[in-house]
């Protein structure tokens, strides 16, 4: 994947690659100090390591940063037409724990969209309850998202879910980024008062993944059911969307809330869209960091508090 897209201005002080259970390599980036408490990133669909930029220069002074892309996506090669499922998800992973984590290691895995897919997917695995001390869901469902989706302006029904579908699995090359282009990418992925430069960014990120990788993992997520990855999800869990959020709507993140067993806190960005990490990435970043002060640091010896399940916060 090219560079052009500005990426963080800390440097990783190492890249590599894991083994996935298929043979998939993902690339790996990681930031700040080897010796620091570890947080995971994992980004979502159509996007790449580049979409934590923000994340990752603002929380590699004090932690150790780790960075993936998924398969097929920035620099980890595409794999065979069969190689992508929500499996594939999880294998990949729990490969990036193993590869980048000390046995018995604990880290923050926050996920973005698919990346929360991710997550959600990984969460009975043995190297996610391994290494997994708390995770971030960010602007992400775990089924029904077709059917959810606000991207088409008409009443929910059979014709918007047909719709929807079509336009997330289109088979049509994106080319190259125009003020045309970034305008549908603003009203469909972005708040209506995000700024011009980060749907610049987004565009640059989302126009660079490969469209045999873009459709064949559309028609995952077009059949994704991961509600019983949710009830797995027993670490301490935030949930962070944006209200007007298109491809993950609010009702999605409702249904998070009351499925997770552990739920530690909801950030609702008023007025963000589903690209939070770039659109609001101070709040993000935020709740992130919370989450490894809590349960990396100071809160090491004591689990999630439930009494926190029911505070939401507004941004």
Not at 28 to 46: K, Q
Not at 211 to 236: H, I
Request: aromatic fraction near 4%; charge should be neutral; proline fraction near 7%.
């Amino acid at each position: 994947m090219s560079r052009s897209v500005p990426g963080p201005t800390a440097r990783p002080v190492r890249e590599t690659t894991a083994r996935s259970a298929d043979g998939a390599r993902p690339h790996i980036e990681v930031y700040g100090s080897e010796d620091a408490p570890a947080i995971v990133l994992v980004h979502g669909w159509t996007c790449s390591t580049l979409f934590w930029a923000a994340q990752i220069d603002a929380l590699a002074a004090d932690f150790r940063v780790i960075v993936y892309d998924q398969r097929g996506h920035g620099r980890s090669p595409a794999v065979a037409r069969g190689g992508y499922s929500t499996d594939a998800l999880a294998d990949d992973l729990e490969a990036v724990l193993e590869a980048t984590l000390a046995p018995g290691e604990k880290a923050v895995v926050a996920g973005h969209s698919m990346g929360g897919m991710t997550l959600m997917a990984a969460a009975a695995r043995p190297a996610f309850r391994e290494h997994a001390a708390a995770a971030l869901l960010c602007s992400t469902g775990s089924s029904n998202l077709v059917a959810e989706a606000l991207v088409v302006p008409m009443r929910a029904g059979r014709l918007r879910t047909r719709l929807t579908r079509m336009i997330l699995g289109a088979r049509a090359p994106l080319g190259p980024v125009t003020p045309l282009s970034k305008r549908f990418l603003r009203y469909g992925t972005m708040g209506p008062g995000t700024a011009p430069d980060r749907v610049a960014v987004c565009a640059e990120i989302v126009h660079a993944c490969p469209r045999a990788v873009r459709v064949a993992w559309a028609q995952v997520l077009g059949s994704l059911d991961l509600d019983a990855g949710v009830r797995e999800l027993r670490v301490p869990t935030a949930v962070v969307s944006g209200t007007a959020d298109r491809l993950t709507p609010p009702v999605l993140t409702s249904r998070l809330v009351a499925e997770l067993p552990d739920c530690v806190g909801v950030t609702r960005l008023t007025g963000m869209g589903h690209m939070t990490p770039v659109e609001a990435p101070e709040a993000v970043t935020a709740v992130i960091r919370r989450l490894a002060e809590d349960h990396l640091r100071a809160g090491a010896d004591r689990g999630g508090h439930r009494d926190e399940a029911d505070r939401e916060s507004a941004v």
